[in-house]
């Protein structure tokens, strides 16, 4: 009679020896919900591609960000979306644009029980939509890009943000704003290093949630999606700058580069869920075609497989009740 040599099913015959046996675990904590506050309006306002998302107003906020630190989440990310915009995204570092008043008001709501990051880029206070200022021939312009985000780091560290989330991929921005905060005082504001965020068309819904004024792409700035060394070079950079914590994003088309990130650098590796993957599963699930919440919960475990310390999900407070 001829048997397995090996059963590695006996691991798998019940969901006790399972559990007991299981390498990668979800919690709440690990979670950060990403929030979009618009200036101006007195009700939220849905996103169409997004499904379940809206753009704040400043009371909705409020009670969402108390919800999110009822349901135990580790953190929220803010996103400003402003009534105007320029050339420079001079709403960004006024400390009455939307996004450093909705800082304060959310640190003044739950600044004990969450950890409240903000969104560190231009893109949503230009009126060209690039995550930078642009010089004469109208190409993004890194060095005069980092003037204008040391003057938002202090904008958001004064309005009392914990972590800056630096996403506009300009070279040297982590050690500008180091910098700045040491020079400032703001030796406990902790830098998030969106070391690897790559160019492509998983950021599609995210325009609309924040009325992107964007026409051309970011190819001259974010990474080129066929290079997993250069993420690493990227993610190796923003430590020595003096990054606390970097990140890769989107997460499910860059798993490997995640891996590769996490095995490569000794501070936390997170990754940002975008607007697309959240998207792809809305969709499919509204037709039908996908089981919802299996499909939310697989993907959440298989970022953190790959080596994600915390994951930004659009569906945080969510997925958070579901694990408790
Ligand atoms: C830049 C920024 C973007 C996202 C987060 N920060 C947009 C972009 O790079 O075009 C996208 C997030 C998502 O798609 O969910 N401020």
């Known amino acids: 009679m001829s048997f397995p040599a090996h059963r590695p099913r006996r691991l798998r ?12 675990h979800l919690v709440p904590a690990q979670l950060v919900l990403p929030m979009f ?86 893109d949503e206070f230009t009126d060209h939509g690039h995550c930078g200022v642009l010089n004469a021939s109208g190409a ?8 204008r985000y040391v003057a938002m780091a202090l904008a958001q560290a004064r309005a009392g943000s914990h972590l800056l989330g630096l996403s506009g991929m300009m070279d040297g ?43 051309g792409d970011r190819r001259t700035y974010q990474l080129d999606p066929a290079n997993g060394r250069e993420g690493v070079r990227e993610a190796l950079l923003d430590v020595e700058e003096g990054a606390d914590i970097v990140m890769v994003k989107p997460a499910m088309p860059y798993l ?42 697989e993907s959440l475990t298989g970022i953190r497989r790959a080596g994600a310390g915390a994951i930004l999900t659009y569906w945080a407070v969510e997925a958070a009740a579901w694990l408790r």
């Open 173 to 215: 921005q982590v050690a500008a704003i180091r910098d700045a905060l040491e020079t400032e005082g703001f030796v406990d504001t902790l830098i998030l290093g969106y070391a690897a965020k790559y160019a492509g068309a998983f950021y599609g819904p995210f325009r609309e949630a924040v009325d992107s004024q964007l026409t």
């Open 140 to 147: 993004v312009d890194n060095d005069a890009t980092l003037e």
């Open 13 to 24: 015959q019940s969901p006790a020896v399972r559990r007991l046996v299981r390498e990668t």
């Open 37 to 122: 506050v618009r200036e101006g309006i007195t009700e939220p306002l849905p996103i169409g591609s997004m499904p379940g998302v809206v753009q704040h107003s400043m009371d909705s906020l409020r009670r969402a960000v108390a919800d999110a630190a009822a349901a135990g989440i580790g953190g929220v990310m803010l996103f400003g979306v402003p009534a105007e915009r320029d050339a420079l995204g001079s709403g960004a570092d006024d400390p009455d644009g939307i996004l450093n008043v909705a800082t304060r008001a959310v640190v003044a709501e739950v600044g004990d029980a969450l950890v409240v990051q903000t969104d560190l880029c231009l």
């Open 256 to 297: 490997d580069v995640l891996a590769e990130v996490a095995a490569s650098v000794d501070v936390p590796v997170w990754a940002y869920q975008v607007s697309g993957e959240y998207a792809m599963v809305e969709a499919a699930a509204a037709h039908g075609w996908i089981d919802r919440r299996g499909a939310i919960l």
